[in-house]
């Protein structure tokens, strides 16, 4: 198991997981951030077999767009939906005809993927973060693959999902102070927030752990941030948050900050 991250920024998105990989009862360091080409990557919890590929799949079906971006967004979610549709029907769908079983009970390739992505057109560059995969639907519980276009400002998937999410709510209350979203901040304060996010869940969610992964996708594309890039960052972002926690003080708001930072209501008190 894993967690994985993805944070919407206003000159891009991060995308941050922890590496800890498990084979049995061995806990060992596993890659889980992959860039498909220089406009597109991806993070993946699940089987490391099956993330890579879900990788080679999407590489080869975009091989026609390796050197330049999509230019509309809906033709990029509809090749992901039909690569992710692909997959399904030949490990799922063919897989458990050929087994004897029924698609319904058996589903043994299940990733679950978030992918960033550049767009650029005439009205300029812009970025997206899609969530792939693999479950049940219906009434029956039929399976199926599922691509679609994520509208919140992050998202978070797997083990330490819950913890992930409740971490990146309490940011941005605390920003939502100076009327800024999350999508409101530049990538640098962002990508801070992403290792602090896995950091926490790291501490509690024992599937979790070993080093930080992140990645980012802004005008230049895609690039990974190197370990001895993310001390900067993750300094960077507290220097921001210290100020704005300092100009809230002065501005008599931190009653609002503390409420903020407990995540409840008086009328969940009483």
């Known amino acids: 198991m894993t967690t994985v991250i ?8 991060v995308i941050a997981s922890d590496s800890q990989g498990t084979s049995n009862t061995i806990k060992l360091k596993a890659k889980k951030i992959y860039g498909v080409n220089k406009f597109i990557g991806l993070g993946g919890a699940g089987d490391s077999s099956q993330i890579k590929y879900v ?3 999407l590489g080869k079906d975009l091989k026609s767009q390796e050197t330049k971006e999509f230019e509309l967004e809906e033709s990029l979610q509809d090749l ?3 690569t992710f549709a692909n997959l399904h029907k030949c490990k799922n769908v063919d897989h458990c005809s050929n087994s004897g079983y029924y698609s319904e009970s058996f589903l043994p390739f299940c990733p679950d993927i978030l992918i960033i992505a550049k767009v650029k057109n005439q009205n300029g560059e812009t970025f997206y973060l899609y969530r792939g995969r693999f479950g049940e639907m219906g009434r029956y519980k039929v399976k199926t693959s599922d691509v679609f276009l ?3 400002d992050f998202e978070t998937i797997r083990s330490g999902s819950n913890l992930a999410y409740l971490v990146l709510n309490q940011q941005a209350r605390i920003y939502s102070l100076t009327d800024k979203k999350l999508a409101d901040l530049p990538l640098s304060i962002c990508i801070g927030m992403a290792l602090y996010v896995i950091s926490e869940v790291k501490d509690i969610d024992s599937l979790s752990g070993k080093d930080t992964q992140i990645a980012i996708i802004d005008r230049d594309g895609f690039r990974e941030i190197l370990p001895n890039e993310q001390t900067h960052y993750y300094e960077t972002m507290v220097e921001n948050l210290s100020s704005l926690i300092w100009d809230l003080l002065n501005n008599g708001k931190m009653k609002e900050v503390v409420k903020m930072m407990l995540t409840v209501t008086q009328t969940t008190i009483l």
């Open 6 to 13: 993805a944070i919407k920024c206003k000159d891009g998105i």
């Open 55 to 57: 990788i080679n799949q």
């Open 80 to 82: 992901i939906a039909k």
């Open 150 to 152: 994520v509208s919140n």
